[in-house]
């Protein structure tokens, strides 16, 4: 389908292979966009105002042209604030604005810069013997639970949801927090970025999100009395001036990294275990060779995408596959689309650990904005596995469970997972 008429986006609506477009419901989601990319490669959608770009091609067109394709709208919420809840935040000196992933040069060059002298690979590497240590505590408990004849768990709740939480924590040089508040904040925030909330909802949400910001401020408020050898504390100490960085900056940077740091790896977790054990033959493998570990990881990330949508605005018009988006036009990238493309992808639909270009999938982004936490991302993938392969090879999951996905446009992970740790076969 291409739209070409005076009245693009209501010719677009009208194509009827995307009808089928559920974008806060990923049941189904790879079935329509192989349809979509075959028939209607980009197309708007009335219920969230975006147009859906599919084809790997364009996805990638859109990451590395930063110029025709503005990154300002990648943490706005799909609904507006209510005014009630925009003056709450007023009165209470909510200050957040944008310093990372949702802007554009040279703000981001500016702001990456400073904020990579401490987010990046060789930090990561010095902290992983302290991740391994912590995964190993998580493990150790679910031996005990073995041990008392516990062999049924839910992997989210004992492992993966809070994990992330305290690695994120490590970075940030906190160690006295309660992860599971963590979590509910920065759940929340994603919920209001991406998700489908009612007014009441969202009003609610803000008050926490306000909580959240302050919790934040306080943070680097210590650290300017207190400095560690910490991710705050660096940036303090390379701010000099609002030159290099605010100090308000540096409060959204600390907020920023308590989002983002977390929640997708906590997904990427749960959907490697859970693609894994679907695959029996794949787990069996992991565990006779973890050596492989490191490109099922980047199996999991193309097959199993846990982020599946990024955002941005088109500056100018702009055509992608026949069709021109207007200056203005808001636009979702599936990254689940793309990371399917049989254009990229031999039989995208199966999973295969032994896949040649695995890593050529999209999960982290590309271009000015790739994440800077994919290092860490796929450190904590590979220690968890390593960890788990070799504590329960005999894991299972339960069957007949039904997952509970999350609503968002972009995150995806089961709310639960319940698996068989293997009882006696791990000693």
């Excluded at 990923?26 to 219920?47: I, K, Q, S, W």
């Excluded at 609610?204 to 909580?211: I, Q, S």
């Excluded at 639909?349 to 936490?373: A, Q």
């Excluded at 991302?377 to 392969?389: F, H, Q």
């Amino acid at each position: 389908m291409t739209v070409t008429d005076e009245k693009p986006i209501a010719a677009a609506a009208q194509c009827p292979v995307t009808s089928g477009f559920k974008p806060f419901d990923h049941d189904g989601t790879y079935e329509f966009f192989l349809g979509a990319r075959r028939e209607a490669p980009v197309f708007y959608n009335a219920e969230t105002d975006y147009w859906v770009v599919t084809r790997r091609e364009d996805v990638l067109a859109v990451f590395k042209d930063a110029d025709r394709f503005s990154a300002a709208n990648v943490l706005s919420s799909v609904k507006p604030y209510p005014e009630e809840l925009t003056k709450f935040l007023a009165d209470n000196n909510f200050t957040v604005e944008p310093v990372q992933s949702n802007t554009d040069r040279p703000r981001h060059t500016r702001i990456r810069q400073s904020a990579g002298q401490f987010l990046n690979p060789k930090r990561y590497r010095d902290f992983e013997p302290r991740v391994r240590a912590l995964v190993q505590e998580y493990v150790e408990a679910l031996r005990e639970k073995v041990a008392r004849g516990d062999d049924e768990v839910d992997i989210v709740a004992e492992l993966t949801h809070e994990m992330p939480a305290r690695v994120v924590f490590m970075l940030l040089g906190v160690d006295d927090v309660d992860p599971l508040q963590i979590k509910r904040w920065a759940l929340n925030r994603a919920t209001m970025i991406w998700g489908k909330l009612s007014e009441q909802e969202m009003i609610d949400a803000g008050h926490e999100l306000n909580d959240f910001f302050r919790f934040c401020r306080e943070i680097v408020e210590d650290r300017k009395r207190n400095p560690r050898d910490d991710y705050p504390s660096k940036l303090l100490e390379l701010r000099g001036d609002d030159g290099v960085l605010s100090e308000n900056e540096i409060v959204c940077l600390v907020f920023a990294l308590l989002l983002a740091g977390h929640e997708a790896v906590t997904n990427g977790l749960t959907i490697s275990i859970l693609t894994l054990l679907e695959h029996r033959e794949a787990w069996e493998e992991l565990v006779a060779d973890p050596a492989l570990i490191p490109r099922a990881i980047e199996e999991v990330l193309r097959h199993s995408t846990p982020v599946m949508t990024w955002r941005r605005t088109a500056l100018e018009d702009v055509e992608l596959s026949g069709v021109t988006i207007p200056a203005g036009g808001k636009i979702l990238l599936s990254l689940a689309s793309a990371n399917h493309d049989e254009a990229r992808f031999e039989r995208p639909e199966v999973f295969d650990i032994h896949r040649r270009n695995s890593r050529e999938h999209l999960s982290f982004g590309y271009g000015i904005h790739v994440c800077m936490g994919a290092p860490l991302a796929r450190a904590e993938l590979k220690i968890v596995l390593e960890e788990l392969v070799n504590a329960f090879p005999g894991m299972s999951l339960v069957e007949g469970q039904q997952l509970e996905w999350t609503r968002t446009m972009a995150h995806r992970g089961p709310q639960s997972l319940k698996v068989r740790l293997g009882g006696s076969e791990n000693g």
